[in-house]
Each structure stands twice: as structure tokens, then as C-alpha cells.
């Protein structure tokens, strides 16, 4: 893509994990029997009328918040009009002008370097049933010999976060996806669940020769619903549409279907004139007033970021990378954050939890909590390695043991037998024995060579069956050899 | 007395407290009345018996008991078919519902159940509310007892019928530009549209959310207060529903009009309005002046643009409102084979009347992009100066007057084929609904065909007791006792 500029703004939407839906006190169940969680207002049935849902509107307002943005105090909602058969109303109702909140801003770090994403609008709607399109191969409406409908899903609270057009690669992208998965999950407003739908994205992406001011056309690509589909999807329109240009074409504006199976995008060819979705402001419902009070309080409320919690566990002594693991996983975090809180070193901890904890659970398909450690032991493990009492391959093995149910480190290591000798006594007669054993070696070193030295270090570790602290060990052989 | 089917409510509750008479026995009197009147007048889409019955055996038991849950115990009242009831029929009178039942009831209907009403059955109504003649209505036109040459009024035209003859002792309407008033003024009995909020909308089939509001018929002023004290009050299902105490309504009922200030519309008294009408109205202004009102000109130079703001604002949600109407969860669904949009169109175009149609493509057009701001964001503004106009007069005056109807009953057929004749029908009345206030229609007397005439009474936002209190002055001015030709069961059928 050189010579070119791409230039990406994303809509994510967020399905709220609220108890009931947003206009209607029906069950939030997408996953029930079809058509379970249904009731006059989300069927749309003559006569029913809505009435927002004061925990949505507060869960909209954590993710506002959490973004930077301003909170309106009265925001209004739109009727989105256009005909669809799981959109019962044939109107979805949305945001327009003064959405809840507006004009904020989200840090991402990408590959080591921060960047800035701008967010247009953060705005409540309701989600639309789901139509399961049977027969005709394409899994579409149009070629499909029938189509079932489950509205279970209707009216469920989606928020939608629009961002400026920021980003400038699939990289940023992903990265800009991820974040804002990481914190609306630790908001504790929706699961989050990519696979699962409860998140999903549209981006829209155009290019333009590298140091032009005004932007190319853009297309909107939607069904982009996993961070590697963003990934993807937008690599793939970029080259699309330089290619297209470079060959003397035009880049159409248009709506654009994502399929993963293949790896492309295509038309939707969506006609010019459904394209006028007929705003205008819900004549049911009320503006929404938010109170000061209220934006307080909720503030107040809100929980821990992951970039504050990232930048903690930074400070509590690891590495970026590691902080970033631990943040990600929920049950790490947890385990870290008590295991540090009773005095274990960070870095330490950080550094067993990422490496073998994830591996013995990931070996043995055994979720972290399944297991049985917790975080004293992970701090008497990381003790006994720092006090030279353990080895680091000992202490491997008795992580393994504690995690198998075993006991804690201290009694597995004394079971094992695993604890390392310190005694100076012990490991002075063996160091006088290997040294008479290895006059060659002995007389290497004193004559400038140091690489006899580690052989000799192993003598002497085999002599004590692994037990010795090789610091001492080492600094022993080196007196007496004169090193 | 003569028949029971003729008496007031309040006259029917006393009757039913004092044990002259029952509850089944009121029914069986509207009834029988409903036997005669409706091979004439088609009032009712749907006659509940089994229901009404059952209602009327149930509130004959709570008096025997002395349980006494109001005024509406054991009373018939007529529903107009565009609120929801379980169970039974509810078309809006349209084909696109034709069998529809609906599984819920609206929260007017609870709250009559629960004040031990006896709801009789569902009646015509313009399709959708959307007329003033109830001629636009699928399953035939209702005809007004005065002359049935004429038209009852509308889009309520079927409740103003049922309280005019007494084949319900009140009954229900919803005004949307003067659905209530219009055709109460019409067909001879008092009708009135409550403030914006004041009465739930939910379970009202909706033609223009921002307007649509349930009110009374009654063939008394006191009557239609006894049926807003129960079908008023916050209800947690209607976002736009007003969430505090609802006015005393009937507090001043007797208090007379001494030292009220009370302005005549000066718009609605001249061009556009019929001569006898604007006599009519100026002679009740002059008694009500005689009864110690301060009568006085008021002005709303605004309205002359509200008609037209109206037929903007109405069909732009109305076109939203009627999306949901396309065969696939509920109604008619065409038998045409195609494609889902297909279905969807061929079910609209066959489900739809010709107004339906004419509204939904006028709004479609409407907030369409290009033309918002030129239509309805224009209506949107008009609107806020009919507000203010209001406001500003209720800054001089108590209460406004003014005719309810530029003329009194028209002819079946004579405006139908003319739209814009037949909107003018709803001048007096649309900006009320613009502006969310009350108001209300007293008969006050017939003109040279024998056929009602109505006055009405505006009021600012939740100022209903004002407005019942000159309500009830004009009433007494008035003394209209006459009754339609048919609204007596010893009638002949011609
Ligand atoms: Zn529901």
C-alpha cells in the first residue's frame, strides 16, 4: 500500500447485560427458546409503548464515562424507520442529535506506542430479533425458501460507540477493538462475548494518497465480529480499494458483508433511496434527563480501568507485556493482585502466573480456578525461590504439585525432598571432593580459563542431587580455585 | 322515567345504590336499545354479551356485598375499537386487523374492570382514528340518530353514537385533532380530550402518539367527570403519561362562572365558520356573560396555520406508527406469493384504506430527507407558536370558547370524496391537541335542521376543573334536554 493513507472509524456495538430489555420488563434471554422472552412492546403488538430501562441508561453512562466523553444532560430518542422483518416496529428506536454521551477519547497502545482514538457519540438503542434464513445455501434473505424469526433478542440494549476517523491501520483497529472489549467488561455492562455476539463491529474504511487532506470514499463493512475479522476484513477492503483505484476505478460508497469463510468483503447492494431511514424524534418517549447527582454517582461507582490496572501492576514491579496478560484474564488479575496485596514480589508472581500457570492450564484444560492454588501459595512459592530455598526448576515441580492438589509448596517441597542445601558444610565436602577429582580442570582455571568453572559448578550440583543453591556452590569454587 | 337506557350515569348509580334497579338490568336496557338503533346507525363493530354480562352479574354481587369501588360500578360503557381489549376483537377499523385479538388490555380498559364498569363492546371508528365522519371505516359507516342521512362525526363517531342513543350510558373515544369533540358536538352529547398525559395511552392503537388522547362521552358534564377520575393517573406503562396527582376535576362543578374571565376565540368566530353556528356561539357567550363571566375577545393568531401544521405532524407518525402493520406477527397477511418485502407490500396495500394510504405516503413524504426541515420540522415550529399563543392568552383569560365544529352535521358521502373539506371539519379542535391542553364539548342546543350544535371549552394544561366548572354553567345555561329520534327503543324501524 504504498503511496497510500487508509483512514478507519469503527461503530462497535455492545449488547447491555441488563436484567430486563430495554423498553419492556421482558427477560434479557437471547439465548432461550425462540420467542421465550417476548411480550406486547418488543412484538411490537398494537397499542404497546415503551418505557426506557434506568439501567441501561446507567450502563451507557459507565461506558460514556469510562471513554471521556460528556454526559448530556438531556439526550433524545430518534425512530430509526425502515422495514425489516425481525425489526418488529419496521423502526428501530436509536439516537440522533443529543445521544446520551459525546465527544470523548480512548488511549490504545499498539505496539508499544500510544495512540489517541477519538469517539464521536456514545448512543442507546435496541437491538433487532434474529432472523435464521432457511434454504437458498447463502444464509441470506434474498434467496432463502423461508425464514424463521426469534425476537428474544428484540429490544435488548445495544449501545453504539462511534469512533472519529482516527485510525489509520488494521493494527490500531484491532487494538482499538480489543481495549474497548477489556472495558466494557471491567465497566460490568455487557460479557463482552465476541463469539457470542454480544459485541459486534462495523467499520468503515477508505484510502487516499498519502498526504491528502480530503478523505477517499468510504465503505461500511459489516458482520465484522471477531478481533482477528477486524483484522482481516479491514486489510482486505484497503487492498480492494486501492486496487481499485490504482486500475482507474471508483470506490463506491456502499454497505459491505464480511465473510470469514472466505476472506472477503462484498456488496450488499443496498438501493440508494432505503437509505433514508426518516429520523425523527420518538414521539413516545420523553427526553432523557440525567441529573448531575446522578453522572456523580455513577462515576463514583465505576470500577478500576484496565489501563489504570495495567499501569499499577506496572508499578507493582512487571514488565508491560506481563501487565497486560494479567489484566486480560480476570482470574490472574485476581490471583496477582491478592498475591502482591500479602507482600509477594510482583515481578515474581507476574512471571510464574503468565508462564506456567497459563501453561499447566492450558495442558491440562483445567480453567485456573479449577485448580488448586491460590495466591498464598503462589507468595510462599516465590518466597522460598527468592530466599535460595528452591530452585527454579524445584520450584516448577512444586508448583505443578500444588496445582494438582497436593498440598501448599512448603509441604510438597518437604515431601519431595526438593528444598535446596545451604548448609555451607554439606557443599564444601562435596566441592573438596570434586575438585580432587578434577585436577585437570582445577589447573585450567588457575591458569586464566573460566569455563571449566560451570563444569565443575555441575560436579558439584549432581554430588548434591540438585539440592544445592548454586550461588553458593559457585562462590565456593571460586575461592578455592582462585577464579 | 321511561326507559333505563336513557337515565345518567350518576342517575343510574344512584338507582343502583338505592336497589331500584341492577346492574343487568342497565345492561339489558342498553341492550335492547343497541337491538333497535344499530340496523340504523351501525354503531357497534362488536357487542360483547357474554363479557358485558359477566361484568354485570359480577358488580350486582359487589353491591350485594357492599362492596362499592365508584360512580362506574356496574355502568355499560362502550368502547371505540381502537383500545386493546384480551380477548375480544380489536380492529381500529381496518381489514389489516380484521379478527385480530389482541392479548392484552389496554390500561383504560383495566381501570374500568377494576372500577366495576361493564364494558358492552367495541365501536366504529374512522380507520386508524384517521377522519371525522366514521364513513372511512372498513366494516361500513355509522350514521347519527339526528338524520341518518347524516354523518355521525369522527374518527369516534361509533362512542358518540352509543352515549347519543343510550345503547351505552357513556363510553369511550380517543382525540387525536378532535376525535372526541367532533363528533360529541355532532351527534348532541359531551365530549372531552383530558390534558396531554393525563391519560394512559397504552394499549391505544396509535395514529399520532404526540396527540392521541382517551376521553369521555357522557350525556352529562358530571357523568364525563365521573369517568376521567377513572380512567386518569400515572401509569408506569406510558412513558408520556404524567407522573403526579391528577386535578380535582369536579371540584367546581356548581361553583357558576362569577368572576371568571373568559375569552372568545376571535379566529374561530368569523370566515369558515357557519352563521348559525357562530349566533349560536355568541348567544351562550352573552348568558355565560350574563352570569357574572367577564366576557372577552381572545386571539391564537397562530392557528390559521395549525390545520396544515396538523396534517404535516399527524401523518409524519402516523407513517411510523402503521410500520409495524406488515402481516408478519400479527393481522392480515396477503396471499400473494414473493418475496418477504413483497409480502410485507402486498399486505399494507391490501390490509390499508385509501386515507390510510393517502396518510402514511403524506408523512412518508414528510420526514422524508430534502423535505424535513421544509415540512415537518416547519410544522414542528408552527406548533410551538400555537403553544405559546395559548400560553399568552392563558396569560389574560381563565378559560377560551368557541364553536366546536365549523357547521353541525354534514351529509353521509358529501365530504368524502373531498380530503381537504373533510380536515377543515377538525379547525376548532386540532389546536387543543397541538398544544396538549383540555377542552371539551357541551351541546347547547340544535340549529334550523334539527341537528346539535357544540360549544367548547378550552383550558390550560391540567386546568380540567376550570374547564368542567364553565362546562357545567353551559350546560345549565343551555338545558339541552332533546334527544335523537332514535335514542328512544319505542322507535319504528323506518
Ligand atoms: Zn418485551
Not at chain 2, 88 to 109: F, H, N, Q
Not at chain 2, 366 to 392: E, H, I, M, P, W
Not at chain 2, 433 to 453: E, H, Y
Request: net charge negative.
Amino acid at each position: 500500500m504504498s503511496g497510500w493513507e487508509a483512514v478507519i472509524g469503527i461503530e462497535t456495538h455492545v449488547e447491555l447485560s441488563t436484567h430486563s430489555k430495554m423498553f419492556c420488563s421482558c427477560a434479557v434471554d437471547v439465548a432461550g427458546p425462540p420467542n421465550s422472552a417476548c411480550c406486547p412492546v418488543c412484538l411490537a403488538l398494537p397499542g404497546a409503548l415503551p418505557v426506557p430501562n434506568e439501567k441501561a441508561i446507567e450502563g451507557i453512562i459507565k461506558i460514556g464515562l469510562a471513554l471521556e466523553c460528556t454526559i448530556n444532560e438531556s439526550s433524545l430518542f430518534y425512530r430509526k424507520n425502515y422495514f425489516y422483518p425481525d425489526l418488529p416496529k419496521n423502526y428501530q428506536i436509536s439516537q440522533y442529535t443529543f445521544p446520551v454521551c459525546e465527544g470523548g477519547k480512548l488511549d490504545i497502545d499498539v505496539d508499544g506506542t500510544t495512540m489517541t482514538v477519538g469517539i464521536t457519540r456514545v448512543h442507546m438503542e435496541e437491538d433487532t430479533g434474529k432472523s435464521t434464513h432457511i434454504g437458498g445455501g447463502g444464509g441470506r434473505i434474498h434467496d432463502a425458501d423461508h425464514t424463521l424469526l426469534d425476537f428474544n433478542r428484540a429490544g435488548v440494549p445495544l449501545v453504539e460507540i462511534v469512533t472519529e476517523p482516527d485510525i489509520r491501520s488494521a493494527a490500531e483497529a484491532r487494538a482499538y477493538g480489543a481495549e474497548i472489549q477489556r472495558i466494557v467488561f471491567a465497566l460490568g455492562v455487557s460479557d463482552a462475548k465476541l463469539e457470542a455476539g454480544s459485541m459486534r463491529f462495523d467499520v468503515n474504511v477508505s484510502v487516499r494518497p498519502v498526504g491528502d487532506e480530503v478523505l477517499g470514499t468510504r465503505t461500511e463493512t459489516k458482520n465484522v465480529n471477531s478481533l482477528r475479522a477486524v483484522q482481516r476484513a479491514i486489510e482486505y477492503e484497503i487492498d480492494r480499494q486501492i486496487n481499485v483505484l490504482e486500475t482507474g476505478g471508483k470506490v463506491i460508497q456502499e454497505t459491505r458483508h464480511w465473510n470469514e469463510d472466505t476472506g472477503v468483503t462484498i456488496s450488499m447492494r443496498i438501493k440508494e433511496e432505503s437509505e433514508d431511514y426518516r429520523y425523527f424524534q420518538d414521539p413516545d418517549l420523553l427526553p432523557l434527563e440525567t441529573s448531575a447527582e446522578w453522572r456523580e454517582e455513577i462515576r463514583r461507582g465505576l470500577p478500576e480501568l484496565p489501563a489504570a490496572r495495567r499501569a499499577r501492576f506496572i508499578d507493582a514491579g512487571t514488565d508491560a507485556v506481563t501487565a497486560g496478560l494479567l489484566v486480560d484474564d480476570s482470574d490472574l488479575s485476581t490471583l496477582f493482585e491478592d498475591a502482591v496485596a500479602s507482600g509477594a514480589s510482583g515481578r515474581a508472581v507476574g512471571i510464574w502466573l503468565t508462564g506456567e500457570v497459563v501453561a499447566y492450564s492450558r495442558r491440562t484444560g483445567t480453567p485456573i480456578p479449577d485448580t488448586s492454588l491460590t495466591a498464598p501459595h503462589l507468595g510462599e512459592l516465590t518466597g522460598m525461590v527468592d530466599e535460595g530455598k528452591l530452585s527454579f526448576s524445584a520450584a516448577k515441580e512444586v508448583l505443578i504439585a500444588v496445582m494438582d492438589g497436593e498440598g501448599t509448596p512448603g509441604d510438597v517441597a518437604e515431601a519431595k525432598d526438593l528444598f535446596q542445601v545451604s548448609d555451607s558444610g554439606a557443599i564444601e565436602s562435596a566441592v573438596e571432593s570434586v575438585l580432587a577429582e578434577n585436577p585437570d580442570a582445577v589447573n585450567k582455571i588457575r591458569s586464566g580459563e573460566t569455563k571449566p568453572l560451570g563444569f565443575l559448578v555441575g560436579q558439584v550440583m549432581r554430588q548434591m542431587g540438585g539440592r544445592a543453591d548454586p550461588k553458593v556452590v559457585h562462590s565456593l569454587l571460586r575461592k578455592r580455585t582462585g577464579a | 322515567m321511561g326507559d333505563l337506557a336513557d337515565l345518567t350515569i350518576l342517575d343510574a348509580g344512584d338507582g343502583l345504590r338505592a336497589g331500584d334497579f341492577s346492574s343487568a338490568d342497565l345492561l339489558e336496557a342498553v341492550t335492547r336499545r343497541a337491538a333497535v338503533t344499530e340496523a340504523h346507525l351501525h354503531a357497534y363493530l362488536t357487542l360483547d354479551h357474554e363479557g358485558a354480562a359477566q361484568a354485570a352479574e359480577a358488580a350486582d354481587a359487589s353491591f350485594a356485598k357492599g362492596e362499592d369501588r365508584g360512580l362506574l360500578q356496574g355502568i355499560p360503557i362502550a368502547l371505540k375499537d381502537n383500545m386493546c381489549t384480551r380477548g375480544i376483537e380489536t380492529t381500529a377499523s381496518s381489514r389489516i386487523l380484521d379478527g385480530w385479538k389482541p392479548p392484552y388490555d389496554a390500561t383504560v380498559v383495566t381501570r374500568l374492570r377494576e372500577a366495576g364498569a361493564v364494558i358492552t363492546g367495541k365501536t366504529n371508528l374512522d380507520e386508524f382514528a384517521m377522519g371525522s365522519s366514521t364513513e372511512n371505516s372498513a366494516y361500513g359507516p355509522t350514521r347519527n340518530p339526528w338524520n341518518t342521512d347524516k354523518v355521525p362525526g369522527g374518527s369516534s363517531g361509533g362512542s358518540a353514537v352509543t352515549t347519543a342513543v343510550g345503547s351505552a350510558f357513556g363510553s369511550l373515544g380517543s382525540d387525536t385533532g378532535g376525535s372526541v369533540r367532533q363528533p360529541a358536538a355532532l351527534t348532541g352529547v359531551v365530549g372531552m380530550k383530558p390534558t396531554y398525559g393525563i391519560v394512559s395511552r397504552y394499549g391505544l392503537i396509535a395514529f399520532a402518539s404526540s396527540l392521541d388522547q382517551i376521553g369521555p362521552f357522557s350525556r352529562s358534564v358530571a357523568d364525563s367527570v365521573a369517568m376521567l377520575d377513572v380512567i386518569s393517573g400515572f401509569d408506569p406503562r406510558d412513558a408520556t403519561s404524567i407522573n403526579a396527582p391528577v386535578p380535582n376535576f369536579g371540584g367546581s362543578l356548581d361553583r357558576g362562572v362569577a368572576g371568571l374571565k373568559i375569552g372568545v376565540v376571535t379566529e374561530f368566530m368569523g370566515e369558515g365558520i357557519d352563521p348559525h353556528v357562530i349566533t349560536a356561539t355568541r348567544a351562550m357567550a352573552d348568558r355565560l356573560a350574563g352570569a357574572g363571566a367577564e366576557v372577552v375577545e381572545a386571539t391564537l393568531p397562530s392557528v390559521e396555520y395549525a390545520l396544515s401544521a396538523y396534517y404535516l405532524i399527524a401523518p409524519a407518525e402516523c407513517s411510523s406508527n402503521l410500520a409495524r402493520f406488515d402481516g408478519i406477527r400479527f393481522g392480515h397477511r396477503t396471499q400473494v406469493e414473493g418475496t418477504t418485502e413483497e409480502m410485507m407490500a402486498h399486505t399494507r396495500a391490501e390490509g390499508f384504506g385509501p386515507e390510510v394510504i393517502r396518510r402514511i405516503l403524506l408523512g412518508t413524504y414528510a420526514l422524508s430527507a430534502g423535505y424535513y426541515d421544509a415540512f415537518y420540522g416547519q410544522a414542528q415550529k408552527v406548533r410551538t407558536l400555537v403553544r405559546n399563543d395559548f400560553t399568552a392568552a392563558y396569560g389574560h383569560v381563565d378559560v377560551l370558547i368557541s364553536p366546536t365544529t365549523p357547521t353541525t352535521a354534514f351529509s353521509v358521502g358529501e365530504k368524502a370524496a373531498d380530503p381537504i373539506a373533510m380536515y377543515y371539519s377538525d379547525l376548532c379542535t386540532i389546536p387543543s391537541n397541538l398544544a396538549g391542553d383540555p377542552a371539551i364539548s357541551v351541546p347547547i342546543g340544535l340549529d334550523d335542521a334539527g341537528l346539535p350544535v357544540g360549544f367548547q371549552v378550552m383550558a390550560p394544561s391540567l386546568g380540567e376543573e376550570v374547564m368542567y366548572q364553565v362546562a357545567a354553567e353551559v350546560e345549565r345555561l343551555a338545558g339541552f334536554t332533546e334527544r335523537a329520534l332514535l335514542a328512544t327503543s319505542t322507535v319504528v324501524a323506518p
